[in-house]
T-cell receptor, first 115, second 114 residues
Framework: AQTVTQSQPEMSVQEAETVTLSCTYDTSESNYYLFWYKQPPSRQMILVIRQEAYKQQNATENRFSVNFQKAAKSFSLKISDSQLGDTAMYFCAFMNEFGNEKLTFGTGTRLTIIP | ETGVTQTPRHLVMGMTNKKSLKCEQHLGHNAMYWYKQSAKKPLELMFVYSLEERVENNSVPSRFSPECPNSSHLFLHLHTLQPEDSALYLC?????????????FGQGTRLTVV
């Protein structure tokens, strides 16, 4: 069974600074998908960024980028130039390429951006 | 707006009541999910439907009964719940199968069992 671990329950950073959220996972599969989701106080889970395991290049979406280390099974999220609107819970998630549609989440990191 | 709509947004029910949560998506997705999100606990996957067939049932008590009548709708029928079932229930959908994509979530139903 796949597991996803987020070892930082809470983090805070000053506005405009850079912050990195960590995520590790465990799987015996070679092809899979990894995601970072954001859940603001409004409760809406929103996809931040997506990485396909067979792609070596790290995904980037504007101020958000990942550091995907397949051998280490690590998938960290870097937020540059952090903004107050980045305050939210962040969840790392895993999905197999094949098999059932199970999407497994980590426990989340509560990120607070300080003005 | 993600294209996944959940109703109701809030629900308070007694332990002897029967109620249903509804989820609807018009994204053309063929996989739908129910998750339970409790305070200070990770998201718990409850059920997964792919092509309207249940493919995952994570040892969920029988007082939760899912129904997927078509690829656009997913229900969670509730009966004789316990106070510890109070939580945020999230529905999601994704394009399953080969070339699958990320899941899109609804805004959840905040359930309180009294």
């Amino acid at each position: 069974a796949q597991t996803v671990t987020q070892s930082q329950p809470e983090m805070s950073v000053q506005e405009a600074e850079t912050v990195t959220l960590s995520c590790t996972y465990d799987t015996s599969e070679s092809n899979y998908y990894l995601f970072w989701y954001k859940q603001p106080p409004s409760r809406q889970m929103i996809l931040v960024i997506r990485q396909e395991a067979y792609k070596q290049q790290n995904a980037t979406e504007n101020r958000f980028s990942v550091n995907f280390q397949k051998a280490a099974k690590s998938f960290s999220l870097k937020i540059s130039d952090s903004q107050l609107g980045d305050t939210a819970m962040y969840f790392c998630a895993f999905m197999n390429e094949f098999g059932n549609e199970k999407l497994t989440f980590g426990t989340g990191t509560r990120l607070t951006i300080i003005p | 707006e993600t294209g996944v709509t959940q109703t109701p947004r809030h629900l308070v029910m007694g332990m002897t009541n029967k109620k249903s949560l509804k989820c609807e998506q018009h994204l053309g997705h063929n996989a739908m999910y129910w998750y339970k999100q409790s305070a200070k606990k990770p998201l718990e996957l409850m059920f997964v439907y792919s092509l309207e067939e249940r493919v995952e049932n994570n040892s969920v008590p029988s007082r939760f009964s899912p129904e997927c009548p078509n690829s656009s709708h997913l229900f969670l029928h509730l009966h004789t719940l316990q106070p510890e079932d109070s939580a945020l229930y999230l529905c999601a959908s994704s394009r399953g199968g080969l070339g699958r994509t990320e899941a899109f979530f609804g805004q959840g139903t905040r359930l309180t069992v009294v």
